[in-house]
């Protein structure tokens, strides 16, 4: 499982960041975006899903693996 942010569509709400900050940062103005390459290790998927879920601006999109 590989996510990211877009970071047009974000609005600082930092949600994601509360659920998971494993795989979240947030910079000074709120903005999110994921920690490293967006790979999620399997023992995160859970958390990833419920922060893709719960983001208010469907900001979060899980990507295919290349
Ligand atoms: S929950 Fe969504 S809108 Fe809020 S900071 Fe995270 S990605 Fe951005």
Redesign the pocket.
């Given at each position: 499982m590989r996510i990211r942010?877009d970071p047009d569509r974000?609005?600082?709400?930092?949600?994601?960041?509360a659920l998971a900050p494993e795989l979240?940062d947030?910079d000074d103005y709120?903005q999110?975006s994921v920690i490293g390459d967006g790979v999620v290790p399997p023992e995160l998927e859970a958390k990833a899903t419920l922060a893709i879920a719960n983001?208010?601006?469907y900001?979060?999109e899980e990507r295919s693996e290349e």
């Open positions: 942010v974000c609005q600082g709400h930092a949600r994601c960041y979240f947030v709120g999110s983001c208010p601006e900001a979060i």
